[in-house]
């Protein structure tokens, strides 16, 4: 599935620099979620949006953390002042929604790795 | 807490061997159930999914799912594996109940030898 598309696929940072990561949703996709990978602990939900709007940001850490999914262009998850606990995986997904109901499936980016030195 | 399990953290399997992959969910309400399966160095595909209806799901490459609502299960399982099914592989709930995303277990990697 090439529809979601992320970039970098690989982004090294050292120590109290920003990261950003991008990511397009599928064609005719409103909704993007952003996970967080790290070994042995499977995904971590961090955020999900749609155009203009956050919707649940339950899963984001309070500091440093941001994200938006602005009208036109791709949805942005930034990092600020990055710190090696920082490295990870992290994906994007997008969502149809049909009839206007989030069933819940989602279809992955193939990742971005963040490398902090 | 509110969480999805995955029993097993690493399986391995010569091919052939049947495979099961607990399972369980702690979440009330209605659930959506998903399984997604990570090849090495790819995105989760989706493996299977059930909203409602008959309890027991077929995937893609001759996975199924069984849905056991009392024993809040959603075991992955395929009759006879093959060393291209190395893989990890994700449960996933959605929950009207736990809020607006999916959310999924730890993930149990799968080794086949030839």
């Known amino acids: 599935n090439a529809g979601v598309m992320q970039n970098p696929r690989h982004l090294v940072r050292r120590r109290g620099q920003e990261a950003r990561l991008r990511c397009s949703p599928m064609?005719?996709?409103?909704?993007v979620y952003w996970y967080r990978q790290l070994p042995e602990e499977g995904l971590k939900f961090m955020v999900y949006?749609?155009?203009?709007?956050?919707?649940?940001e339950s899963g984001m850490p309070k500091e440093r953390f941001s994200a938006e999914f602005p009208k036109e262009g791709p949805s942005i998850l930034r990092i600020q002042q990055v710190v090696r606990g920082d490295s990870a995986a992290y994906f994007c997904?997008?969502?149809?929604?049909?009839?206007?109901?989030?069933?819940?499936?989602?279809?992955f980016g193939e990742g971005s790795r963040l490398t902090v030195l | 807490a509110q969480s999805v399990s995955q029993h097993n953290h690493h399986v391995i399997l010569s091919e052939a061997a049947s495979l099961e992959l607990g399972c369980n969910y702690s979440?009330?309400?209605?659930?959506?159930l998903f399984w997604y399966v990570q090849y090495p160095g790819q995105h989760l595909q989706l493996l299977l999914k059930?909203?409602?209806?008959?309890?027991l799901v077929k995937g893609i490459k001759g996975f199924e799912a069984e849905f056991i609502k009392s024993k809040f299960s959603f075991n992955l399982r395929k009759p006879s594996v093959q060393w291209s099914d190395t893989a990890e592989y994700f449960c996933?709930?959605?929950?009207?109940?736990?809020?607006?995303?999916?959310?999924f277990g730890k993930g149990t990697t799968l080794s086949v030898s030839s």
């Open positions: 997904a997008s969502s149809p929604i049909l009839a206007g109901v989030n069933t819940g499936e989602l279809f």
């Open positions: 064609k005719g996709h409103s909704h």
């Open positions: 949006l749609q155009k203009e709007n956050i919707i649940d």
């Open positions: 979440y009330g309400g209605t659930v959506n």
């Open positions: 059930y909203f409602s209806g008959d309890p």
């Open positions: 996933a709930v959605i929950s009207n109940q736990a809020g607006t995303a999916l959310i």
